[in-house]
C-alpha cells in the first residue's frame, strides 16, 4: 500500500506563490501516474495536473500558465509550484497516485491553501 503525505499549505496573498509536496512511501513511485487535485467548500472534487512516468503532464485550463507539477522519483516525490495564486484556488489539494492504465486508488490527507485578496 502506499502512503501520500502532502505538505507545503498555508496562507497566501493574491499574486503569490506556494509550493506544495507529495511524498509516497511504502512503496516506489516511479511506474505511477501522479496528480493533484484540489476541493473547495461546497464543491465538488476537480482535477488540477497530472504527472506521468515520463514526466508528461497535463494541467486544467484553470491553472495552465500559472502552475507547474513535477516529479523527483529519487526521492519519491511530487510537487506543485503555484504562481499567480488567485482566490478561487483556495481548496484542499490532495494529491493521488495510480498505477498504469489504473485508476487514482492511493490518496493522500488534503492541505488547504487559502488565497486572500
Known amino acids: 500500500q502506499v502512503q501520500l503525505v502532502e505538505s507545503g499549505g498555508g496562507l497566501v496573498q493574491a499574486g503569490g506563490s506556494l509550493r506544495l509536496s507529495c511524498a509516497a512511501s511504502?512503496?516506489?513511485?516511479?511506474?505511477?501516474?501522479l496528480a493533484w487535485f484540489r476541493q473547495a467548500l461546497g464543491k465538488e472534487r476537480e482535477f488540477v495536473a497530472s504527472?506521468?512516468?515520463?514526466?508528461?503532464?497535463s494541467y486544467a485550463d484553470s491553472v495552465k500558465g500559472r502552475f507547474a507539477i513535477s516529479r523527483d522519483n529519487v526521492k519519491n516525490t511530487m510537487y506543485l509550484q503555484m504562481n499567480s495564486l488567485k482566490p478561487e484556488d483556495t481548496a484542499v489539494y490532495s494529491c493521488?497516485?495510480?498505477?498504469?492504465?489504473?485508476?487514482?486508488?492511493?490518496w493522500g490527507q488534503g492541505t488547504q491553501v487559502t488565497v486572500s485578496s
Open positions: 493521488a497516485a495510480a498505477r498504469p492504465s489504473q485508476a487514482y486508488d492511493d
Open positions: 504527472i506521468n512516468w515520463a514526466s508528461g503532464t
Open positions: 511504502g512503496r516506489t513511485l516511479s511506474a505511477y501516474t
